[in-house]
């Protein structure tokens, strides 16, 4: 095979490598987004219960509290840009079908014709330039899909630290509202 051939193979592989990295991040997008926003509900269920529980005499009320809103407000943000990983972005593809329709829905009679049968005068002009064509295109296509993977995947990883630092809270909450707990049900 010569390179002509080689390089188009090369180019489609990374090509389906870009589409199958944004199917995995919207996957974790989605991981993320069912995580944080039930870590998010059952703060709030909880945090609502827990400080009416609390008199508020209690010395580390304020405490209590103060971690779950950061918590709920770090797992919402999370829920956000789990969201925005979602986001629909301009993915390029190397022949859209597009090309070949009318804005009305009609076929491009030339559009076909050019790709079906070739523009070069022979068939070896013909296939040399749709080659080169796809070349270009495919090289465009990777370019502006990892850029958006990118982009994705940056959103993700935001997603990911304010899920983490929403759950850091978490013993916090505890840590502060199981002792008063502990002592008001023994005194009862």
Request: hydrophobic share 45%.
């Amino acid at each position: 095979m010569s390179t002509i051939d080689l390089f188009p193979n090369e180019l489609k592989s990374e090509y389906n490598k870009e589409f199958e990295l944004k199917t995995t991040l919207e996957n974790k997008a989605n991981y993320l987004l069912i995580a944080a926003g039930v870590t998010m509900s059952l703060l709030f269920s909880f945090g609502a219960v827990l400080v009416d529980k609390i008199n508020s005499d209690y010395q580390f009320l304020i405490l209590v509290v103060l971690f779950l809103l950061i918590s709920v407000v770090t797992n919402g943000i999370s829920v956000l840009f789990s969201v925005l990983g979602f986001s629909i972005m301009p993915y390029r593809y190397t022949l859209p079908s597009h090309v070949f329709y009318n804005d009305d829905g009609t076929f491009i009679d030339e559009a076909i014709k050019q790709y079906r049968d070739g523009i070069g005068k022979d068939s070896t002009e013909s296939e040399k330039i749709f080659k080169e064509s796809i070349v270009e295109a495919y090289l465009r296509c990777n370019r502006q899909n990892a850029v958006q993977n990118k982009n994705k995947a940056t959103k993700i990883k935001i997603a990911q630290w304010f899920f983490f630092a929403g759950a850091i809270t978490i013993p916090f909450i505890m840590g502060f509202a199981l002792p008063y707990l502990w002592s008001s049900s023994s005194n009862i």
